[in-house]
Protein backbone atom coordinates (compact mmCIF):
# COMPACT_ATOMS: atom_id res chain seq x y z
CA UNK A 1 0.00 0.00 0.00
CA UNK A 2 1.17 3.49 -1.09
CA UNK A 3 2.01 6.63 1.64
CA UNK A 4 2.81 9.78 1.12
CA UNK A 5 6.42 10.36 2.52
CA UNK A 6 9.39 12.45 1.85
CA UNK A 7 12.25 10.90 -0.98
CA UNK A 8 14.76 11.10 2.49
CA UNK A 9 11.81 8.36 4.21
CA UNK A 10 11.50 6.29 1.16
CA UNK A 11 15.35 6.02 1.11
CA UNK A 12 15.45 5.08 4.98
CA UNK A 13 12.32 2.72 4.87
CA UNK A 14 13.96 0.68 1.92
CA UNK A 15 17.38 0.35 3.46
CA UNK A 16 15.29 -1.08 6.30
CA UNK A 17 13.10 -3.26 3.88
CA UNK A 18 16.16 -4.39 2.61
CA UNK A 19 18.15 -5.26 5.88
CA UNK A 20 20.34 -3.04 5.70
CA UNK A 21 21.96 -3.32 9.60
CA UNK A 22 25.14 -1.01 8.89
CA UNK A 23 25.70 2.23 6.87
CA UNK A 24 29.55 3.06 6.27
CA UNK A 25 29.57 7.17 5.53
CA UNK A 26 31.28 10.36 5.84
CA UNK A 27 28.32 12.88 5.26
CA UNK A 28 28.42 16.40 3.95
CA UNK A 29 26.09 19.16 4.11
CA UNK A 30 24.21 17.30 1.14
CA UNK A 31 23.11 14.48 2.94
CA UNK A 32 21.64 16.80 5.76
CA UNK A 33 18.37 15.81 5.62
CA UNK A 34 19.44 11.86 5.26
CA UNK A 35 21.40 12.32 8.57
CA UNK A 36 19.05 14.45 10.06
CA UNK A 37 16.34 11.70 9.67
CA UNK A 38 18.77 8.83 10.83
CA UNK A 39 17.49 9.44 14.88
CA UNK A 40 14.13 8.17 13.95
CA UNK A 41 15.62 4.67 12.96
CA UNK A 42 17.70 2.98 15.30
CA UNK A 43 17.91 -0.01 13.44
CA UNK A 44 20.93 1.23 11.58
CA UNK A 45 24.12 1.62 12.71
CA UNK A 46 25.94 4.42 11.04
CA UNK A 47 29.52 4.19 10.85
CA UNK A 48 31.07 7.47 11.29
CA UNK A 49 34.39 8.04 8.66
CA UNK A 50 36.61 10.57 8.48
CA UNK A 51 37.84 9.68 5.11
CA UNK A 52 35.63 8.37 1.69
CA UNK A 53 37.89 5.86 1.45
CA UNK A 54 37.77 4.30 4.89
CA UNK A 55 33.80 4.18 4.63
CA UNK A 56 34.23 2.33 0.78
CA UNK A 57 36.40 -0.33 2.18
CA UNK A 58 34.34 -0.99 5.13
CA UNK A 59 31.56 -1.78 2.98
CA UNK A 60 33.58 -3.50 0.29
CA UNK A 61 35.08 -5.61 3.19
CA UNK A 62 32.06 -6.04 4.93
CA UNK A 63 29.86 -7.40 1.46
CA UNK A 64 32.52 -9.74 0.94
CA UNK A 65 31.89 -11.40 4.40
CA UNK A 66 28.51 -11.34 5.04
CA UNK A 67 27.78 -12.06 0.70
CA UNK A 68 25.72 -9.20 0.22
CA UNK A 69 25.21 -5.66 -0.74
CA UNK A 70 26.40 -3.15 1.61
CA UNK A 71 25.39 0.36 2.16
CA UNK A 72 27.62 3.28 1.70
CA UNK A 73 27.06 6.62 1.80
CA UNK A 74 29.63 9.15 0.50
CA UNK A 75 29.48 13.47 -0.23
CA UNK A 76 28.63 14.99 -3.25
CA UNK A 77 31.17 14.68 -6.44
CA UNK A 78 34.23 15.43 -3.30
CA UNK A 79 33.56 12.70 -1.29
CA UNK A 80 32.19 10.53 -4.21
CA UNK A 81 36.21 11.01 -5.89
CA UNK A 82 37.85 10.15 -2.65
CA UNK A 83 35.84 6.85 -2.90
CA UNK A 84 36.86 6.12 -6.81
CA UNK A 85 39.95 4.01 -6.24
CA UNK A 86 38.28 1.56 -3.75
CA UNK A 87 35.19 1.21 -5.49
CA UNK A 88 37.31 0.23 -8.74
CA UNK A 89 39.01 -3.03 -6.53
CA UNK A 90 34.71 -3.51 -5.40
CA UNK A 91 33.95 -4.01 -9.38
CA UNK A 92 37.10 -6.22 -10.48
CA UNK A 93 36.69 -8.28 -7.46
CA UNK A 94 33.05 -8.12 -8.00
CA UNK A 95 31.99 -7.28 -4.41
CA UNK A 96 28.17 -6.37 -4.17
CA UNK A 97 27.80 -2.62 -2.70
CA UNK A 98 25.15 -0.13 -3.37
CA UNK A 99 26.95 3.46 -3.07
CA UNK A 100 25.49 6.32 -3.13
CA UNK A 101 25.79 10.41 -2.33
CA UNK A 102 23.59 13.41 -2.22
CA UNK A 103 23.87 16.26 -4.84
CA UNK A 104 22.76 19.86 -4.99
CA UNK A 105 19.16 21.52 -5.82
CA UNK A 106 18.89 20.16 -9.69
CA UNK A 107 17.98 23.67 -10.21
CA UNK A 108 21.36 24.64 -10.06
CA UNK A 109 22.35 23.09 -13.72
CA UNK A 110 23.65 26.20 -15.02
CA UNK A 111 26.27 26.55 -12.21
CA UNK A 112 28.33 23.80 -10.79
CA UNK A 113 26.04 20.98 -10.35
CA UNK A 114 28.34 18.06 -11.23
CA UNK A 115 26.75 14.77 -13.26
CA UNK A 116 27.49 12.40 -10.48
CA UNK A 117 26.52 9.26 -12.16
CA UNK A 118 28.75 9.78 -15.09
CA UNK A 119 31.45 10.33 -12.37
CA UNK A 120 31.51 7.06 -11.30
CA UNK A 121 30.52 5.08 -14.49
CA UNK A 122 33.86 3.79 -15.36
CA UNK A 123 34.00 2.21 -11.70
CA UNK A 124 30.51 1.01 -11.23
CA UNK A 125 28.20 -1.74 -12.64
CA UNK A 126 25.54 1.01 -12.82
CA UNK A 127 24.70 3.93 -11.80
CA UNK A 128 21.77 6.59 -11.88
CA UNK A 129 20.91 9.74 -10.37
CA UNK A 130 17.68 11.14 -9.47
CA UNK A 131 15.95 14.22 -9.10
CA UNK A 132 12.25 13.24 -8.56
CA UNK A 133 11.33 11.74 -4.69
CA UNK A 134 8.91 8.96 -6.15
CA UNK A 135 11.84 7.33 -8.21
CA UNK A 136 13.77 6.42 -5.12
CA UNK A 137 11.95 3.47 -3.73
CA UNK A 138 11.95 1.57 -7.62
CA UNK A 139 15.73 2.95 -8.00
CA UNK A 140 16.70 1.89 -4.57
CA UNK A 141 15.13 -1.53 -4.99
CA UNK A 142 16.81 -2.24 -8.35
CA UNK A 143 19.60 -0.79 -7.32
CA UNK A 144 20.26 -4.07 -4.61
CA UNK A 145 18.98 -6.08 -7.53
CA UNK A 146 21.79 -4.81 -9.41
CA UNK A 147 24.51 -5.51 -6.75
CA UNK A 148 23.80 -8.99 -5.75
CA UNK A 149 22.92 -10.25 -9.17
CA UNK A 150 25.77 -11.99 -11.06
CA UNK A 151 27.89 -10.44 -12.12
CA UNK A 152 28.14 -8.78 -8.73
CA UNK A 153 29.78 -5.10 -8.25
CA UNK A 154 28.92 -2.19 -6.95
CA UNK A 155 25.96 0.00 -8.39
CA UNK A 156 25.83 4.24 -7.40
CA UNK A 157 22.87 6.45 -7.09
CA UNK A 158 22.46 9.75 -6.49
CA UNK A 159 20.25 12.06 -5.28
CA UNK A 160 19.50 15.90 -5.85
CA UNK A 161 18.21 17.67 -2.46
CA UNK A 162 14.64 17.94 -4.34
CA UNK A 163 14.31 14.02 -4.65
CA UNK A 164 15.20 14.00 -0.73
CA UNK A 165 13.05 16.41 0.71
CA UNK A 166 10.01 16.15 -2.04
CA UNK A 167 6.93 14.01 -1.11
CA UNK A 168 5.33 11.90 -2.84
CA UNK A 169 3.02 8.67 -2.56
CA UNK A 170 5.88 6.10 -2.28
CA UNK A 171 5.23 2.34 -2.11
CA UNK A 172 8.01 0.41 0.32
CA UNK A 173 8.76 -2.94 -1.46
CA UNK A 174 12.00 -4.32 -1.53
CA UNK A 175 14.58 -6.84 -3.70
CA UNK A 176 13.63 -10.22 -4.42
CA UNK A 177 16.46 -12.70 -4.89
CA UNK A 178 16.94 -13.49 -8.37
CA UNK A 179 17.90 -17.09 -8.45
CA UNK A 180 20.10 -16.56 -11.63
CA UNK A 181 22.49 -19.88 -11.02
CA UNK A 182 22.26 -21.04 -14.59
CA UNK A 183 23.16 -24.31 -16.36
CA UNK A 184 26.38 -23.24 -18.55
CA UNK A 185 26.39 -24.52 -21.79
CA UNK A 186 26.47 -28.69 -22.49
CA UNK A 187 28.26 -28.17 -25.24
CA UNK A 188 31.04 -26.34 -23.59
CA UNK A 189 31.43 -28.40 -20.88
CA UNK A 190 32.06 -31.19 -23.45
CA UNK A 191 34.65 -29.24 -25.17
CA UNK A 192 36.56 -28.65 -21.72
CA UNK A 193 36.20 -32.18 -20.22
CA UNK A 194 37.73 -33.43 -23.78
CA UNK A 195 40.80 -30.76 -23.30
CA UNK A 196 41.41 -31.37 -19.70
CA UNK A 197 41.38 -35.33 -20.91
CA UNK A 198 43.86 -34.93 -23.07
CA UNK A 199 46.21 -32.94 -21.02
CA UNK A 200 49.58 -34.27 -19.59
CA UNK A 201 50.34 -30.92 -17.82
CA UNK A 202 47.26 -29.02 -16.55
CA UNK A 203 46.82 -26.22 -13.97
CA UNK A 204 44.09 -24.57 -12.60
CA UNK A 205 43.95 -20.97 -11.70
CA UNK A 206 41.01 -19.59 -9.25
CA UNK A 207 40.13 -16.32 -8.24
CA UNK A 208 37.58 -13.96 -6.47
CA UNK A 209 34.15 -15.01 -8.36
CA UNK A 210 34.62 -18.79 -7.11
CA UNK A 211 32.57 -17.50 -4.41
CA UNK A 212 29.15 -19.06 -5.49
CA UNK A 213 27.81 -21.54 -2.87
CA UNK A 214 29.96 -24.67 -2.69
CA UNK A 215 32.04 -23.83 -5.38
CA UNK A 216 35.53 -23.64 -3.87
CA UNK A 217 34.68 -27.43 -2.62
CA UNK A 218 34.10 -28.54 -6.27
CA UNK A 219 37.08 -26.73 -7.07
CA UNK A 220 38.64 -29.06 -4.96
CA UNK A 221 36.76 -31.93 -5.91
CA UNK A 222 37.94 -31.17 -9.52
CA UNK A 223 41.43 -30.68 -8.54
CA UNK A 224 42.04 -33.99 -6.57
CA UNK A 225 39.82 -35.63 -9.42
CA UNK A 226 42.21 -34.92 -11.84
CA UNK A 227 45.76 -34.41 -9.98
CA UNK A 228 45.66 -30.18 -10.70
CA UNK A 229 48.28 -27.33 -9.08
CA UNK A 230 46.28 -25.09 -8.22
CA UNK A 231 47.49 -21.60 -8.18
CA UNK A 232 45.38 -18.21 -6.58
CA UNK A 233 44.97 -15.13 -9.42
CA UNK A 234 45.41 -11.63 -8.42
CA UNK A 235 42.44 -10.65 -6.75
CA UNK A 236 41.17 -10.21 -2.83
CA UNK A 237 40.00 -13.59 -2.08
CA UNK A 238 41.46 -16.78 -0.77
CA UNK A 239 39.45 -19.21 -3.08
CA UNK A 240 40.83 -22.52 -2.16
CA UNK A 241 42.33 -23.81 1.02
CA UNK A 242 45.76 -22.74 1.14
CA UNK A 243 46.23 -25.69 3.32
CA UNK A 244 45.89 -28.48 0.64
CA UNK A 245 48.97 -30.62 -0.64
CA UNK A 246 47.64 -29.46 -4.17
CA UNK A 247 47.39 -25.61 -3.69
CA UNK A 248 50.71 -23.62 -5.13
CA UNK A 249 50.11 -20.01 -3.47
CA UNK A 250 49.23 -16.83 -5.70
CA UNK A 251 50.42 -16.41 -9.12
CA UNK A 252 52.39 -13.70 -10.06
CA UNK A 253 53.94 -13.20 -13.43
CA UNK A 254 56.33 -10.72 -11.59
CA UNK A 255 58.30 -13.92 -10.58
CA UNK A 256 60.41 -15.08 -13.41
CA UNK A 257 59.90 -19.20 -12.08
CA UNK A 258 56.55 -18.97 -12.17
CA UNK A 259 57.00 -17.41 -15.91
CA UNK A 260 59.16 -19.92 -17.08
CA UNK A 261 56.51 -22.42 -15.27
CA UNK A 262 53.62 -21.36 -17.36
CA UNK A 263 55.96 -22.31 -20.35
CA UNK A 264 55.44 -26.00 -19.75
CA UNK A 265 51.65 -26.02 -19.17
CA UNK A 266 49.61 -27.34 -22.23
CA UNK A 267 45.86 -26.62 -20.47
CA UNK A 268 44.67 -23.82 -18.10
CA UNK A 269 41.13 -24.32 -16.49
CA UNK A 270 40.54 -20.38 -15.31
CA UNK A 271 37.57 -20.46 -12.59
CA UNK A 272 35.78 -17.09 -11.82
CA UNK A 273 39.24 -15.43 -12.10
CA UNK A 274 41.35 -12.73 -14.35
CA UNK A 275 43.96 -15.06 -16.42
CA UNK A 276 47.43 -13.50 -15.92
CA UNK A 277 46.29 -9.75 -14.65
CA UNK A 278 49.61 -8.19 -14.22
CA UNK A 279 50.74 -4.58 -13.89
CA UNK A 280 53.64 -5.36 -16.20
CA UNK A 281 53.12 -5.70 -19.52
CA UNK A 282 54.67 -8.88 -20.32
CA UNK A 283 53.53 -9.62 -23.58
CA UNK A 284 50.00 -10.31 -25.98
CA UNK A 285 49.74 -13.98 -25.10
CA UNK A 286 51.50 -15.46 -21.88
CA UNK A 287 50.24 -18.96 -22.38
CA UNK A 288 52.49 -20.87 -25.29
CA UNK A 289 50.85 -21.36 -28.46
CA UNK A 290 50.28 -24.99 -28.13
CA UNK A 291 48.75 -24.53 -24.32
CA UNK A 292 44.84 -24.48 -24.59
CA UNK A 293 42.83 -21.90 -22.23
CA UNK A 294 39.34 -22.78 -20.45
CA UNK A 295 37.49 -20.18 -19.01
CA UNK A 296 34.85 -20.49 -16.52
CA UNK A 297 33.05 -16.84 -15.22
CA UNK A 298 30.04 -15.68 -14.06
CA UNK A 299 31.16 -12.63 -15.40
CA UNK A 300 30.93 -12.59 -19.93
CA UNK A 301 33.05 -9.67 -19.72
CA UNK A 302 36.54 -11.25 -17.97
CA UNK A 303 36.39 -13.82 -20.97
CA UNK A 304 38.85 -13.73 -23.42
CA UNK A 305 39.55 -10.15 -22.51
CA UNK A 306 42.83 -10.77 -22.99
CA UNK A 307 44.51 -14.25 -23.54
CA UNK A 308 43.15 -15.96 -25.89
CA UNK A 309 40.50 -18.26 -24.53
CA UNK A 310 39.89 -21.58 -26.31
CA UNK A 311 36.75 -22.47 -24.34
CA UNK A 312 35.01 -20.01 -22.56
CA UNK A 313 31.94 -20.97 -20.47
CA UNK A 314 29.82 -18.20 -18.77
CA UNK A 315 27.87 -19.29 -15.85
CA UNK A 316 27.44 -19.91 -12.43
CA UNK A 317 31.15 -21.14 -11.35
CA UNK A 318 30.14 -24.34 -8.59
CA UNK A 319 27.59 -25.48 -11.35
CA UNK A 320 30.49 -25.34 -14.25
CA UNK A 321 32.18 -27.43 -11.99
CA UNK A 322 29.65 -29.91 -10.78
CA UNK A 323 29.28 -30.60 -14.93
CA UNK A 324 32.44 -30.48 -15.40
CA UNK A 325 33.31 -33.14 -12.68
CA UNK A 326 30.36 -35.15 -13.96
CA UNK A 327 31.83 -35.10 -17.61
CA UNK A 328 35.36 -36.16 -16.69
CA UNK A 329 34.27 -39.01 -14.58
CA UNK A 330 32.40 -40.38 -17.57
CA UNK A 331 35.51 -40.40 -19.59
CA UNK A 332 37.76 -41.44 -17.04
CA UNK A 333 38.94 -45.01 -16.97
CA UNK A 334 41.15 -47.05 -14.42
CA UNK A 335 43.91 -46.52 -16.92
CA UNK A 336 44.04 -43.18 -16.67
CA UNK A 337 44.38 -43.50 -12.61
CA UNK A 338 48.41 -44.18 -12.83
CA UNK A 339 48.82 -40.93 -14.51
CA UNK A 340 46.68 -38.74 -12.49
CA UNK A 341 48.12 -40.07 -9.07
CA UNK A 342 51.50 -39.46 -10.41
CA UNK A 343 50.86 -35.66 -10.59
CA UNK A 344 49.60 -35.14 -7.55
CA UNK A 345 52.60 -36.48 -5.94
CA UNK A 346 54.71 -34.42 -8.38
CA UNK A 347 52.50 -31.19 -7.28
CA UNK A 348 52.84 -32.42 -3.81
CA UNK A 349 56.41 -32.89 -3.58
CA UNK A 350 57.14 -29.51 -5.76
CA UNK A 351 55.10 -27.24 -2.94
CA UNK A 352 57.06 -28.81 -0.21
CA UNK A 353 60.01 -28.27 -1.92
CA UNK A 354 58.86 -24.32 -2.49
CA UNK A 355 58.30 -24.39 1.26
CA UNK A 356 61.16 -25.77 2.59
CA UNK A 357 63.85 -23.96 0.01
CA UNK A 358 61.63 -20.43 1.40
CA UNK A 359 62.55 -21.19 5.02
CA UNK A 360 66.13 -21.90 3.88
CA UNK A 361 66.51 -18.87 2.03
CA UNK A 362 64.92 -16.49 5.39
CA UNK A 363 66.94 -18.87 8.17
CA UNK A 364 70.53 -16.90 8.02
CA UNK A 365 68.41 -13.09 8.91
CA UNK A 366 66.28 -14.47 11.20
CA UNK A 367 67.61 -13.12 13.93
CA UNK A 368 68.26 -9.64 12.31
CA UNK A 369 67.83 -6.64 13.56
CA UNK A 370 65.47 -5.12 12.95
CA UNK A 371 63.10 -7.68 12.15
CA UNK A 372 62.69 -9.50 9.02
CA UNK A 373 59.35 -9.87 7.90
CA UNK A 374 59.27 -13.38 7.48
CA UNK A 375 60.28 -13.78 11.10
CA UNK A 376 57.45 -11.02 12.37
CA UNK A 377 54.75 -13.17 10.12
CA UNK A 378 56.24 -16.45 11.93
CA UNK A 379 55.78 -15.22 15.16
CA UNK A 380 52.61 -13.41 14.39
CA UNK A 381 51.12 -16.10 12.96
CA UNK A 382 51.97 -18.75 16.14
CA UNK A 383 50.13 -15.71 18.30
CA UNK A 384 46.78 -15.86 16.88
CA UNK A 385 44.01 -17.36 18.47
CA UNK A 386 42.68 -20.44 16.33
CA UNK A 387 39.34 -18.73 15.47
CA UNK A 388 41.45 -15.64 13.81
CA UNK A 389 40.06 -13.68 10.59
CA UNK A 390 43.12 -12.41 9.37
CA UNK A 391 42.75 -9.42 6.32
CA UNK A 392 45.99 -9.38 4.15
CA UNK A 393 47.22 -5.66 3.30
CA UNK A 394 51.03 -6.48 4.15
CA UNK A 395 51.60 -5.06 0.53
CA UNK A 396 55.26 -5.73 -0.51
CA UNK A 397 55.73 -8.37 2.19
CA UNK A 398 52.48 -10.19 0.88
CA UNK A 399 54.46 -13.37 -0.19
CA UNK A 400 56.12 -13.85 3.07
CA UNK A 401 53.02 -13.48 4.85
CA UNK A 402 51.18 -15.84 2.45
CA UNK A 403 53.74 -18.61 3.53
CA UNK A 404 53.00 -18.41 7.23
CA UNK A 405 49.29 -17.63 7.52
CA UNK A 406 46.78 -20.59 5.90
CA UNK A 407 42.95 -20.50 5.75
CA UNK A 408 41.44 -23.81 5.70
CA UNK A 409 37.58 -22.05 4.95
CA UNK A 410 37.19 -18.95 2.69
CA UNK A 411 37.34 -16.21 4.97
CA UNK A 412 39.73 -17.05 7.12
CA UNK A 413 42.34 -15.11 5.28
CA UNK A 414 41.26 -12.19 3.39
CA UNK A 415 42.85 -10.03 0.51
CA UNK A 416 42.61 -6.32 -0.09
CA UNK A 417 42.66 -6.46 -3.82
CA UNK A 418 45.52 -3.53 -4.05
CA UNK A 419 45.11 -1.88 -7.38
CA UNK A 420 44.86 1.34 -5.04
CA UNK A 421 46.62 1.21 -1.54
CA UNK A 422 44.75 2.17 1.50
CA UNK A 423 42.28 -0.18 1.79
CA UNK A 424 43.75 -2.57 4.56
CA UNK A 425 42.40 0.05 7.68
CA UNK A 426 38.76 0.19 6.58
CA UNK A 427 38.54 -3.50 5.42
CA UNK A 428 39.74 -4.69 8.62
CA UNK A 429 37.22 -2.73 10.71
CA UNK A 430 34.72 -3.68 8.03
CA UNK A 431 35.48 -7.45 8.40
CA UNK A 432 35.33 -7.00 12.05
CA UNK A 433 31.82 -5.66 11.59
CA UNK A 434 30.73 -9.08 9.97
CA UNK A 435 31.90 -11.21 12.22
CA UNK A 436 31.65 -9.50 15.62
CA UNK A 437 32.56 -12.79 17.57
CA UNK A 438 35.72 -13.61 16.06
CA UNK A 439 39.31 -11.62 16.62
CA UNK A 440 39.99 -9.88 13.51
CA UNK A 441 44.11 -8.58 12.28
CA UNK A 442 44.58 -6.64 9.62
CA UNK A 443 48.50 -6.93 8.36
CA UNK A 444 49.32 -3.59 6.41
CA UNK A 445 52.01 -2.15 5.24
CA UNK A 446 53.07 1.66 6.76
CA UNK A 447 52.45 3.17 3.50
CA UNK A 448 48.93 1.89 2.87
CA UNK A 449 48.01 2.60 6.61
CA UNK A 450 49.07 6.36 6.28
CA UNK A 451 46.61 6.98 3.09
CA UNK A 452 43.52 6.19 5.70
CA UNK A 453 45.10 6.33 9.05
CA UNK A 454 41.78 8.54 10.12
CA UNK A 455 39.98 4.94 10.14
CA UNK A 456 41.81 4.60 13.91
CA UNK A 457 39.74 7.06 15.17
CA UNK A 458 36.52 5.04 13.74
CA UNK A 459 37.96 2.05 15.37
CA UNK A 460 37.81 4.01 18.57
CA UNK A 461 34.98 5.92 18.04
CA UNK A 462 32.68 2.55 17.35
CA UNK A 463 35.03 0.91 19.52
CA UNK A 464 35.41 -1.85 16.80
CA UNK A 465 37.88 -4.42 18.67
CA UNK A 466 40.26 -5.76 15.62
CA UNK A 467 43.92 -5.39 15.46
CA UNK A 468 45.95 -3.45 13.35
CA UNK A 469 48.75 -4.75 12.76
CA UNK A 470 51.29 -2.14 10.70
CA UNK A 471 54.44 -3.46 8.73
CA UNK A 472 56.57 -0.67 9.91
CA UNK A 473 59.42 -0.87 7.36
CA UNK A 474 60.06 2.55 6.92
CA UNK A 475 59.21 3.05 2.55
CA UNK A 476 57.05 2.16 0.02
CA UNK A 477 58.76 -0.91 -0.33
CA UNK A 478 56.56 -2.15 -2.93
CA UNK A 479 58.10 0.62 -4.96
CA UNK A 480 61.34 -0.34 -4.74
CA UNK A 481 60.33 -4.31 -5.64
CA UNK A 482 58.16 -2.97 -8.70
CA UNK A 483 61.24 -0.80 -10.06
CA UNK A 484 63.68 -3.83 -9.41
CA UNK A 485 61.51 -6.06 -11.76
CA UNK A 486 60.67 -3.40 -14.30
CA UNK A 487 64.33 -2.91 -14.53
CA UNK A 488 65.41 -6.21 -14.45
CA UNK A 489 62.45 -7.97 -16.02
CA UNK A 490 61.26 -5.53 -18.84
CA UNK A 491 64.40 -3.32 -19.36
CA UNK A 492 66.74 -5.97 -18.97
CA UNK A 493 69.23 -3.82 -17.10
CA UNK A 494 72.33 -5.71 -15.72
CA UNK A 495 71.98 -3.63 -12.79
CA UNK A 496 68.94 -2.45 -10.85
CA UNK A 497 68.73 0.52 -8.73
CA UNK A 498 65.15 -0.47 -6.90
CA UNK A 499 66.79 0.06 -3.23
CA UNK A 500 68.08 3.52 -4.21
CA UNK A 501 64.55 4.55 -5.80
CA UNK A 502 64.31 8.28 -4.97
CA UNK A 503 60.98 9.50 -2.69
CA UNK A 504 60.19 5.89 -1.26
CA UNK A 505 61.85 6.28 1.95
CA UNK A 506 60.42 7.92 4.94
CA UNK A 507 63.17 10.06 6.46
CA UNK A 508 60.98 10.95 9.26
CA UNK A 509 59.66 7.64 10.34
CA UNK A 510 56.35 7.01 11.66
CA UNK A 511 55.80 6.18 14.98
CA UNK A 512 52.27 4.27 13.99
CA UNK A 513 51.30 3.47 17.49
CA UNK A 514 51.52 7.25 18.57
CA UNK A 515 49.24 8.08 16.10
CA UNK A 516 46.88 5.23 16.96
CA UNK A 517 47.26 6.31 20.96
CA UNK A 518 46.58 9.90 19.78
CA UNK A 519 43.44 8.77 18.24
CA UNK A 520 42.32 6.88 21.07
CA UNK A 521 42.95 3.10 19.89
CA UNK A 522 45.56 1.44 21.73
CA UNK A 523 49.48 1.36 20.39
CA UNK A 524 52.43 -0.54 21.14
CA UNK A 525 55.61 -0.12 19.31
CA UNK A 526 57.18 -3.51 19.08
CA UNK A 527 61.17 -4.19 17.63
CA UNK A 528 61.77 -7.66 19.26
CA UNK A 529 59.77 -10.90 18.29
CA UNK A 530 59.66 -11.57 21.85
CA UNK A 531 57.42 -8.81 22.39
CA UNK A 532 54.71 -10.26 19.48
CA UNK A 533 53.27 -12.74 21.57
CA UNK A 534 52.24 -11.11 24.96
CA UNK A 535 50.99 -7.63 22.90
CA UNK A 536 48.58 -10.07 20.63
CA UNK A 537 47.20 -11.70 23.42
CA UNK A 538 47.00 -8.22 25.34
CA UNK A 539 45.21 -6.83 22.33
CA UNK A 540 42.55 -9.66 22.58
CA UNK A 541 41.93 -9.79 26.02
CA UNK A 542 40.90 -5.69 26.01
CA UNK A 543 38.30 -6.29 23.81
CA UNK A 544 38.46 -2.81 22.44
CA UNK A 545 40.78 -1.84 19.18
CA UNK A 546 44.46 -1.77 19.30
CA UNK A 547 47.29 -1.03 17.07
CA UNK A 548 50.52 -3.41 17.17
CA UNK A 549 53.40 -1.59 15.29
CA UNK A 550 55.87 -3.76 13.96
CA UNK A 551 59.14 -2.58 13.23
CA UNK A 552 60.78 -4.25 10.59
CA UNK A 553 63.90 -4.72 8.06
CA UNK A 554 62.84 -3.04 4.75
CA UNK A 555 65.40 -3.76 2.80
CA UNK A 556 65.12 -6.04 -0.94
Same mark, same amino acid.
Given at each position: ????????????????????????????????????????????????????????? $??? +??? /????? %? *??? @???????? !????????????????????????????????????????????????????????????????????????????????????????? $??? +??? /????? %? *??? @???????? !????????????????????????????????????????????????????????????????????????????????????????????????????????????????????????????????????????????????????????????????????????????????????????????????????????????????????????????????????????????????????????????????????????????????????????????????????????????????????????????????????????????????????????????????????????????
Amino acid at each position: MSQMMTGKQALLEMLKAEGVDYIFGNPGTSEGPIIDLLGDYPEFRYILTLQESVAVG $MGE +AYA /RAIGK %A *SFV @SLHVDSGL !ANGIALMLDALNTGTPMVVTSANYDARKVNETITDLANLVRPVTKWATELTLPDQIPSVIRRAFNEANTHPKGPVYVGFTSNALEGMAE $MNI +APS /RPVYD %A *SRP @SAEGIAQA !ASLMMDASRPLMLVGDRLSDDGAVEKAVELAELMGLPVYQARGAEVAFPTTHPQYMGPLSLRVSAQRAALQRVDTVLAVGSDPFEELFYWGDVILPPEAKLIHIDSDASKIGRSEPTDVGIVGHCGLALTDLIAALKERLSPGDMPEIEERKQAVTAERQRRREAFEESVAEKWDHKPMTPARMMSELSAALPDNAIVVDDSISNRGTMRHYFQARERGDLRGVRGQSIGGGIGATMGTQCAYPNRPVFGIIGDGSAMMTVQGLWTAANDNIPCVFVICNNGSYRVLKVNFNVYQEEILELPETSGGRLMYSDFATPFDMAAIANSMGVHGERITDPSQIKPAVDRAVASGKPALLDMVIDGSL
